[in-house]
Every structure is written in C-alpha cells, then in structure tokens.
C-alpha cells in the first residue's frame, strides 16, 4: 500500500485539521513580505509650503493652492516639488488678505521654482517622509523598494527549493518564517534608505520558499480525496495576510510601527514546530520509516483506527537495517510497509532535458506559451494589488478589498474547475480580468464605485487564473519533465513580479490609465493562447514526451 491509500483509510482527523490549521496561519503570514513595500513604500500626498500663505500648523487643502503652486494635468493634483515665484516687493502683505488667504497678483505664474520644505494631506509616514525622498524625478527609489524585493523571490525560490529537497518542507516552515520575522523587524529600524533595501532584500529572500514549502506540506498530509478541501482552504488564509496588513496601515499609519506589529509574531512559529510534522513524502523519499510511522500513527489514532499487528515486521527489519533501536514500532501504523519507501533514483541529465525539449516542436511551443501565461498572470496580479494604492479613495481600504476579492475567488475556482474544462476556465478568466481593467479606463471619474467593482472584478478573475495555472501547468506535461518544466515556465511568471513595483512609476509618468491598459491587452492576448493548450481535465496524465505531444483533445 502506498501513503494515498493509507491516508485514503485515515480520513480526515482532528489531528490534521489542527496541523492545517496552523500551515493556514503560516500562510497568512507569508503573505506579508511579498507586499508589505505597498505600505511601506507607498508614495504620499503632499504640496510645496509657502511661508507667505501656510499658517504655524498648516493644512493641505486651500483656497489659494491654484494661486501659488500649479497643477499637474496628468492627474490634477498641485505638483508636489514645484511652485509659483512669490513677488518680494508684497512683504507688506498688501495682496494677503485678512484671513490669511494669499491674493492673485502674489505669485509670478510665469515662474516656477523648486521647493525644499512640504505640507502633507496626512499624518501618515512611510520611507517617503522618512528617508526624503520627495519629488517625482525620485519616484523611481520607491519602485525600486519593490524591484529589490522581486529580485529577493527571483533569488530566493530556487535556493528555499534546494533546501527543501535537502532538508525538508518543514525545515523552510520553520528557518524561513523565523528569518523573515528577524530580518523585517530590524528593518523597521533602518537609518536610511539603502540599509532599508538590504533587509529588504534579505526579507523577501528568507520568506519566498514559505508559500510553497508550507502548502506542499498540507495537502502531502492529508488523502487525496481531502486534498481539493484542504488546499482551497489553506489557500483562503493566504489573502488574509494582506488584509489584515491593510487594516493595520489604515489604523496605525506609521510604516516603522507597522512593520514590527506584523513581523514579531512570525517568531511564535517556533512553538508551532514540535506539532507541525514533516512533509511524509520527503520523509517516504530520504527512508526515514520510523518518523513516517510516528507520524502515521498520530492520524490514525486521532481518526480512532485501529493498529494492526501486520506492519511490525517491516518496522523491525528497517530499525535493524538501519541500526537504529526505537521504540516507535509500539506506535506504528495499521498497515503494511511493502511498496511505501521505494524511490527513484533516475535523474535527467541537462543535456538530456533540453535535448527531450527541442527534439519536441509542440513541447517547446507548449513551454513558450505557458511562460508568457506565467509572466502575464504574475504581473497583472501583483500589479492590481499594488496599483489599487494609486486608485482614487482610501488607498489602504483599496487595498483590504483588492485582496479579500480573492476568497470568493478560490472558492468559485473550486467549483469552476469540478464542472468546466481546464482550457475554457484559463481562458475565460484572463479575458474576464482583461475587459475588466479596459473597461476601468473607460468609465468617467463621476463613477467611483463602478471603477472599483471592475477593478475589483479584474482581480477576482486574475486569482481565479493564477490558482488555475497551478494545476494546469502540472496536467499539460509529462511526468519525466513535469517538475522541471514547471520550475522553467513558473520562474519566467517571477519576470512579472519584478516588473510589477514599475507600473506605479509607469503611471506616474504616462498617466493612471497606461498600467491598467496594458494588464488588459496582456491578460486578453494570454487569454486568446490558452485556446492552444491541450485538455486535460478528467484525463490522465501523461508520462513521456510522446504522450504529451498526442494527447487527444475533447
């Protein structure tokens, strides 16, 4: 019997709903490093000073701001750095008026002039205030935070896979929440902005193999026919974590403060780990019978099974084998051992793989099509997520909705993908997101609300595409190469995380509706080739190359 079976036989015990449980909280918090440089990094709402006009506790909103600072045509708002060259001959105040409110005739609209000192909308602080990076030729050190932080995941998934592999899911679980609490709370305490980017960096490469390791460790501890339920609502805890980061920005509204409240409970994993197992198929792969069976034995009697006495002997022969004296074969699983532990010791060489991959016109046309999938759904997700700041009203309550849309979107995803075809749901959803964020630049300002429900829509379908893409990019390969190419494809898709902190910069300069345009024409184009990608729902999967190049389409 192997460890489906086995599992199969188990069911679903209280035991690993609590262990899931806590991979769910894990997940919530993992979810914070990868978006924390939105609060962070926000830019702000701010206007030049002018000693002449501005009282001893000046306000942002004025009557005299047209007066004394242009505006921006782009996005009607007074520029942030520039102002009108104040006349010296009025000292008198002759042209301020008895309220204090600056006359025409005050300032040279002729003449613009830089400003050194600014008066905020808010009382809100982020590295903008912090560090002094004001004015828009700076703009561009505030994507920057975000680009350092894609470079950290673009770094840090490759190397959190090795590891894991080496030394199990659980052990990123752990190393990898502990290290990204350490690393963002010493951030909170950057002196400057280039301190600041290298623990972020550090940050983002500690946190990027958490997502992942933990999730392959739930759905790896439950039967196959819990894995659908199990992952579906893991996978709800994770948008949870930006909604709350959301709700603690718009409450607290100083970044340094924020960071810590959100960083430290990450260290309350470490309490976690003599609960939370090991992955039982890192553990089935690296022979460790005895641990499997402490594990297994666990979920049994949690389940209320019952132990056998017919896998006794394969755990004594593997204690001897192994020198290993234990007691755990007095707690050890109801069922036999025979087939558990065999592993695969046959491993492709590079040029071996790329030979397999070029000798194959549709696989090599397959990868092409996938990446560029990838690379779309990566940057129209994040990027919604991190322009829904720029969005007119409360950009932190933008930011609690933009990402709560996705548990509604997991869970039609769930149903979606049990009664549709995997080709029409991939496709569907990216054209869905893409006419939505088109249609977003084509309905007036007058309607705020309806500009929201699109841009909400096109984020609730582009997570519906990116929770689809996982299965799908495992369905359409075959299993010779199906980790591989899956790796190949998805690390193009972190090609689009990087570009996504630039959409901010792109909209600042070309204006708010040119990032929002280009999601649309992506995501529709990427929506028109998944029409090319094979069906594979209900069907099984392929082994080799030749079968995955003659499947046949429903």
Known sequence: MDLDEILNNFGLGTYQVTVCTIIGLVLMYSNISPLSYAITASDLKYRCEIPQCDTDNPSYNQDWLNLAIPV?????????????????????????????????????????????KWVFDE???????????????????????????????????????????KYGRKYIFITGTVLSAIFGTIKSFAANYYSFLVFEYLDSMASS?????????????????????????????????????????????????????????????????????????????????????????KVAESNGKTIPDCVKDALVVNIKANGNV????????????????????????????????????ELLLRIINCSFCWFTITLVYYGLSLTSVEFSGNKYFNFMLVNAVELPASLTLWYVMENFSRRKTQAYSFFFSGIGCIMVNLISENYTWMKLFLFLGSKFAI??????????????????????????????????VMFAPQMTLLSAYFGQYVPILLFGILSITAGALSFFFPETKDRKLPDTVKQAEFEVEI
């Open 123 to 165: 009382m809100e602080r982020t590295i903008v205030n912090d560090f002094g990076i004001m004015c828009e030729e700076n703009k561009w050190k505030l994507s920057m935070v975000g680009t350092v932080n894609s470079v950290g995941q673009f770094v840090g998934i490759p190397l959190s896979g090795y590891i894991s592999d």
């Open 72 to 116: 921006n045509n782009r996005t009607n708002e007074p520029y942030k750095c520039l102002k009108y060259h104040y006349i010296p001959q009025n000292t008198n105040k002759t042209n301020i008026s008895a309220n204090s409110t600056c006359m025409r005739g005050a300032f040279n609209v002729n003449r613009k002039e830089k400003c050194n």
């Open 463 to 496: 997570t519906m595409s990116f929770n689809a893409m996982y299965v799908y990019t495992a369905e359409m390969f075959p299993t010779e190469l199906r980790m591989t190419l899956f790796g190949i494809t998805s690390m193009f898709g972190r090609m689009g």
């Open 326 to 361: 234990t007691d755990t074969f007095n707690r050890i699983i109801p069922y036999c051992f025979k087939c558990i532990f065999q592993t695969n010791k046959n491993q492709m060489t590079c040029r071996k793989l790329m030979r397999e991959i070029f000798d194959s016109k």
């Open 209 to 297: 193999g958490v997502y992942a390791a933990t999730f392959v460790l739930a759905i790896e501890f439950v039967s196959p026919r819990s894995r659908v339920l199990v992952s579906t609502v893991v996978g709800c805890f994770y948008p949870m974590g930006a909604v709350i980061m959301g709700f603690t920005a718009y409450v607290i509204l100083d970044w340094r403060i924020i960071v810590r409240i959100l960083y430290l409970p990450g260290l309350l994993v470490l309490g976690a780990a003599w609960y939370v197992p090991e992955s039982l198929r890192w553990l089935q792969t690296e022979n460790r019978v005895a641990e499997v069976a402490k594990v297994l034995s």
